[in-house]
């Protein structure tokens, strides 16, 4: 199985994307900025799209998506999110205003766009890989994902901070191959990543400590701003950790 990072950066600008990740062809991890760089059949062939939260980077090609490709899929493009991410998305985005209700178009039996409820803690399991919707601590409700193919596991903070359920879960995932964690600010933002509940590189190395699995453990989600600095401050004062930037079109085998 197949993890493609179509986006993991902060911010825009040149060549940065936004979060989304692409699992084989047909089943995206949020739908940020990255998912505008693929073509026009790539598009058509997603078929599920998870969403973490309902920040505007995380969303911002959703909506276009599904109108690039309704006419050209036999089924409708299902969107998986627990149920306040769910009802942002359906009172603030697809509200005739900002952009259509393709949940009631062409008719509302045979929509374009379906919702599908994910609370935390369930999984789905689509085309062998199994999705788990796992605790994040964001300034909004928010979730991250765990993705598992029977073989090895991927486990995607989202945006958060992290908390001790998160924990949990990763160091009781035997299977666990890669940890896709969240920074966004450098040190010198600490109180601009505190308050937006983001880390920062000293937020989190404490927070790994919490880590006791031989995990390649993989940054995401740096400001454009400050994005070498928040990585040199990690890499200088990490210890007995993989660890490494998480690069967009990076392909993760799992
Ligand atoms: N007080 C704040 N709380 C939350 N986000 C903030 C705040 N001030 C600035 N921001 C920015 O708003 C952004 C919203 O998306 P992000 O969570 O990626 O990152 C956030 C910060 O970069």
């Given at each position: 199985m197949q993890l493609r990072i179509l986006g993991c950066s902060g911010g825009i600008g040149g060549a940065n994307r936004t979060t989304s990740f692409l699992i084989n062809d047909s089943i995206l991890i949020d739908a940020g900025?990255?998912?505008?760089?693929?073509s026009f059949s790539a598009l058509t062939r997603i078929e599920h799209v998870f969403i973490t939260h309902s920040h505007l980077d995380h969303i911002a090609c959703l909506p276009m998506l599904v109108d690039t490709i309704m006419g050209s899929r036999n089924a409708p493009i299902t969107v998986y999110a627990t149920e306040t991410t769910l009802n942002v998305l359906k009172k603030h985005i697809f509200n005739w205003a900002i952009w259509p209700d393709f949940n009631k178009i062409p008719n509302a039996k045979a929509p374009f766009m379906r919702y599908s409820l994910l609370e935390l803690g369930q999984s789905c399991c689509i085309d062998q890989c199994t999705i788990t919707a796992i605790p994040a601590v964001h300034t909004v409700p928010a979730v991250g994902y765990k993705l598992d193919s029977g073989k090895s596991a991927v486990i995607f903070s989202g945006d958060s901070v992290c908390n001790t359920e998160f924990w949990d879960i990763v160091n009781s995932t035997e299977n666990l191959s890669h940890l896709i964690i969240e920074t966004a600010f450098s040190n010198r933002e600490y109180e601009l990543a505190n308050a937006a509940k983001h880390f920062c590189p000293l937020t989190l190395l404490e927070q790994l400590k919490f880590l006791n699995r031989p995990a390649q453990v993989l940054v995401t989600h740096l400001k454009p701003a400050d994005s070498e600095l928040t990585m040199q401050e990690i890499l200088r004062d990490h210890s007995n950790i993989s660890i490494s930037r998480l690069e967009q079109n990076q392909i993760i085998t799992f």
């Open positions: 900025t990255g998912v505008g760089d693929l």
